[in-house]
């Protein structure tokens, strides 16, 4: 049972650089989330997608883009990363819509822009 | 809008004493509340959630948290903490009955269990 899968675990760029991360579902669930997670910052939320062919801004958009590709499939896309990118990135899903499903989370991506 | 306020970043405890991690929240609407634990290079797993009705939840692990709207808090307590229970945890919050949940997560606070 393997939930949320994120790839790839660990990654290292260089200024300037655009990668993707990928992250998907076996639960079908219908709702997936990025967040980010910074030192003493908890988490805060990119973009999220409360259904399959929908995705919506969150807290903290800017300099990333997501497809939702399917419904198992969400990725983030840096497309020029800078240093203040450095984060742990998470990918979560829930049933939705909400009535207090709680949210699953992967493993994450540890993401080191130099 | 949602904030939830994690007062402590770090809360020292010997194994076998009771803990209490504290959460406040600020919302003008009915909100659900959650705790998540999460371990080291692990993600988020959920511990116990209210969303309505009695305000003692019970969760996994042996926590157990108390919904306080009078005082807008929702406390994290555990009688007795284990070596295992060092995590750190997160309190969230999200607005109730909206259809789509988004969660606004507090800044965490560290729970180290020496022996």
């Known amino acids: 049972n393997a939930g949320v899968t994120q790839t790839p675990k660990f990654q290292v760029l260089k200024t300037g650089q655009s990668m993707t991360l990928q992250c998907a579902q076996d639960?079908?669930?219908?709702?997936m989330y990025w967040y980010r997670q910074d030192p003493g910052m908890g988490l805060r939320l990119i973009y999220y997608?409360?259904?399959?062919?929908?995705?919506d801004k969150g807290e903290v958009p800017n300099g990333y883009n997501v497809s939702r590709l399917n419904k198992r499939e969400f990725s983030l896309r840096l497309e020029s990363a800078a240093p203040s990118q450095t984060s742990v990135y998470f990918c979560?899903?829930?049933?939705?819509?909400?009535?207090?499903?709680?949210?699953?989370f992967g493993d994450g991506t540890r993401l080191s822009i130099l | 809008a949602q904030s939830v306020t994690q007062l402590d970043s770090q809360v020292p405890v010997f194994e076998e004493a009771p803990v209490e991690l504290r959460c406040n929240y600020s919302?003008?609407?009915?909100?659900?509340l959650f705790w998540y634990v999460q371990y080291p290079n692990q993600g988020l797993q959920l511990l116990l959630k209210?969303?309505?009705?009695?305000?003692l939840v019970k969760g996994i692990n042996g926590f157990e948290a108390e919904f306080n709207k009078s005082q807008t808090s929702f406390h994290l307590r555990k009688p007795s903490v284990h070596i295992s229970d060092t995590a750190e945890y997160f309190c969230?919050?999200?607005?109730?009955?909206?259809?789509?949940?988004?969660?606004?997560f507090g800044t965490g606070t560290r729970l180290l269990v020496s022996p």
């Open positions: 969230a919050v999200s607005r109730a009955n909206t259809g789509f949940q988004k969660l606004v």
């Open positions: 979560a899903s829930s049933e939705g819509p909400d009535l207090g499903q709680p949210q699953h």
């Open positions: 919302s003008s609407v009915s909100v659900y």
């Open positions: 639960m079908n669930h219908n709702s």
């Open positions: 997608s409360a259904s399959e062919g929908t995705t």
């Open positions: 209210y969303l309505s009705g009695s305000t």
